[in-house]
């Protein structure tokens, strides 16, 4: 049986996990940013 102690370690892991998941997602975030906003600047020359 699973004693609070190991429901610590179990939640610190899992918090850990969902944190490092958050900050895998921000460069692929920084980059469709960057490409939106080449895209538009490509779009804005093109209907110039």
């Known amino acids: 049986m699973a004693g609070p ?14 944190d490092e ?7 692929d975030r920084i ?4 490409y939106e906003r080449e895209l538009d600047d490509r779009l804005g020359e093109l209907a110039a």
Do not use: G, H, K, Y
Not at 5 to 18: I, P, Q
Not at 31 to 34: A, E, I, P, V
């Open 31 to 34: 980059r469709l940013q960057r």
């Open 5 to 18: 102690r190991d429901e610590n370690l179990l939640a610190t892991a899992m918090a850990r996990r969902s």
């Open 21 to 27: 998941a958050s900050q895998d997602r921000v460069p």
